[in-house]
């Protein structure tokens, strides 16, 4: 349904380091690059990191998160840990996530910017 998002940072330098490595794990990579501006996907962009005078204020009750899709479990959790290594804090260390469904293999991080992702794969096992 969507063909791309954009989100707003306050440094596009310090996106980069974060999204280059949180997405490497998943196959996805800086694919357009522009002062201020950063475009990841695999084949296309689909996530335009974008510098912003006024990025969106981070807010843990707002229910806004982006879901990245993982090609095996493994992806996620080497999503997770290069994601804390890259500025990211935990927000759900990589697991099953029964109450979502019972192949539901997720990790959950936030960003320097405050913007909360998800890594998920569905394959069993």
Same mark, same amino acid.
């Given at each position: 349904?969507?063909?791309?998002? %954009?989100?707003?940072?306050?440094?596009?330098?310090? %996106?980069?380091?974060?999204?280059?490595? !949180?997405?490497?794990?998943?196959?996805?990579?800086?694919?357009?690059? &522009?002062?201020?501006?950063?475009?990841?996907?695999?084949?296309?962009? %689909?996530?335009?990191?974008?510098?912003?005078?006024?990025?969106? %204020? +981070?807010?843990?009750? &707002?229910?806004?998160?982006?879901?990245? +899709? !993982?090609?095996?479990?493994?992806?996620?959790?080497?999503?997770?840990?290069? !994601?804390?290594?890259?500025?990211? &804090?935990?927000?759900? +260390?990589?697991?099953?996530?029964?109450?979502?469904?019972?192949?539901?293999?997720?990790?959950?991080?936030?960003?320097?910017?405050?913007?909360?992702?998800?890594?998920?794969?569905?394959?069993?096992?």
């Amino acid at each position: 349904m969507l063909d791309h998002v %954009s989100i707003g940072v306050r440094d596009t330098d310090a %996106s980069k380091r974060f999204y280059d490595a !949180a997405l490497k794990p998943l196959g996805y990579t800086c694919l357009s690059q &522009s002062p201020g501006s950063l475009g990841y996907g695999a084949e296309a962009v %689909s996530l335009w990191v974008n510098e912003a005078q006024r990025p969106v %204020s +981070a807010d843990g009750e &707002s229910g806004l998160h982006f879901c990245f +899709a !993982a090609p095996t479990r493994s992806s996620v959790d080497a999503f997770h840990a290069a !994601a804390l290594r890259a500025g990211g &804090s935990d927000n759900g +260390a990589p697991g099953l996530r029964a109450s979502y469904g019972e192949n539901y293999y997720a990790a959950f991080v936030v960003d320097p910017d405050g913007y909360r992702i998800e890594a998920y794969c569905g394959a069993a096992g």
